[in-house]
């Protein structure tokens, strides 16, 4: 997408680590004008699948999401981040591990909020690796429900994630996938 590629180019920051700083129009500060328009074009992708639910996990993906859900005019569910495994009650819940703070937390939703009959449409801010989407995958098959596929805003398309997920069946549309980055320049992949 045009317009969130031109946002990466003016406004992104890349960290060393090969981190991409977003916070002045997705992380922090948010447009809601790019958010529409991720909407849109998630809306054109995934409208013929039967999507009842949109997931995602806290904390910068639930603006995206957020505006997604009412596209659909279905709920967001937003699993909670949890710094141990010791949670208890009624949750679907599993560890990930962070790919911006190096470490391992729980995620989890409430059991009532997932159920067998959902078709669950995942969203996140960035794909790196792929932990966070399969924490995600893994909650929604704990409750018996069926992923439609996911919406991502930025894939950086240099780690493995968005690969092993495509090659194994995964729906995912990503709204612009960094080929490559570093302090001077940085590419983007043309969308298939
Ligand atoms: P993954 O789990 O796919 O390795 O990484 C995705 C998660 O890590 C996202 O939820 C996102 O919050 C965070 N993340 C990964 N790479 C970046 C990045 O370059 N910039 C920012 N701001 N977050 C990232």
Do not use: W
């Amino acid at each position: 997408m045009k317009l969130l590629e031109d946002m990466i180019l003016e406004r992104g920051k890349v960290l060393p680590g090969h981190v991409l700083k977003v916070d002045s129009f997705l992380n922090h500060q948010i447009d809601v004008k790019l958010l529409r328009a991720m909407a849109d074009e998630l809306y054109s992708v995934f409208a013929n699948d039967g999507v009842t639910k949109i997931l995602t996990v806290e904390a910068s993906g639930i603006a995206i999401a957020t505006m997604v859900a009412d596209r659909f005019n279905v709920p967001m569910v937003f699993a909670k981040k949890h710094k141990t495994s010791n949670v208890v009650g009624d949750v679907y819940s599993v560890p990930v591990h962070s790919y911006t703070h190096n470490r391992d937390y729980t995620i989890i939703v409430s059991k009532s909020y997932l159920n067998s009959n959902d078709v669950v449409l995942l969203i996140d801010d960035f794909l790196a690796n792929g932990c966070a989407l399969r924490g995600l995958i893994k909650l929604v098959e704990d409750a018996g429900a069926k992923v439609a596929g996911a919406g991502i805003a930025i894939e950086k398309g240099f780690q493995e994630g968005g690969k092993s997920l495509r090659a194994d069946g995964y729906k995912i549309a990503s709204m612009a996938i960094v080929e490559s980055m570093s302090d001077t320049s940085l590419t983007f992949r043309k969308n298939d």
